[in-house]
């Protein structure tokens, strides 16, 4: 069911939507250390204050940022769980949808500055690791990690993959996939569909002689 939002509510959509659109690029491009609201409210053409509507402090509008990065990248995959095709060819699909997401021009603009957060994230965390920063940050992974899970669980179920965990599935993929999605985006390689299935044919099916 959709909620029909007030005219001061879309407004204060718009102006959060802003301020993370600008959060991203800042952060991004100086790291979180150097960053400051001064900069993210001047690029989003906000008063320093106005950022205090909507964010507690800058620890708070990076991990916002983040989130909202993050669920909006799984509302995409999602789309490919409509329909009903096998869990090989799901995950082919993702994969592309992911680097799509990070690669193009999106939400975050053409600096893919959601990606380049990611990458940094976890120098973040060893100079900012709060109580609060570290259980969100944990969040966004438990988040993010149980969407494959579920897809691989559900190819277990179904007998396309074999017994094991599907948590280590999705681990052991999502490392693989970030460090190709970091490949693409630093321009050390180009994404085609050659490249996409060898990924594929080493994760389901090894590299061992037959």
């Known amino acids: 069911m959709n909620i029909k939002l007030t005219r001061k509510e879309t407004e204060q959509k718009l102006h959060k939507d802003l301020i993370i659109r600008a959060s991203a690029q800042i952060f991004a491009e100086k790291g979180y250390e150097k960053t400051t609201l001064d900069e993210v409210a001047q690029l989003a053409e906000f008063s320093k204050g106005s950022l205090y509507n909507y964010f507690e402090n800058k620890e708070d509008l990076f991990l916002t940022t983040l989130e909202e990065g993050i669920i909006k990248l799984i509302e995409e995959m999602k789309k490919v769980e409509e329909g009903n095709i096998k869990v090989v060819d799901k995950i082919k699909s993702v994969l592309e949808i992911m680097i799509s997401y990070f690669h193009n021009d999106n939400l975050f603009s053409k600096h893919r500055a959601f990606f380049q957060m990611l990458v940094n994230e976890k120098r973040v965390m060893a100079c900012q690791a ?81």
């Open 130 to 210: 709060s109580d609060e920063f570290l259980t969100r940050m944990q969040q966004m992974h438990k988040k993010m990690s149980q969407y494959f899970v579920n897809i691989f669980q559900n190819g277990i179920d179904s007998h396309e993959l074999k017994n094991g965990s599907a948590q280590s599935y999705a681990e052991i993929f999502l490392g693989i996939i970030h460090h190709y999605v970091f490949l693409v985006n630093v321009g050390f390689i180009d994404f085609n569909s050659d490249k996409s299935e060898q990924i594929f044919d080493v994760f389901f099916n090894g590299v061992k002689s037959k």
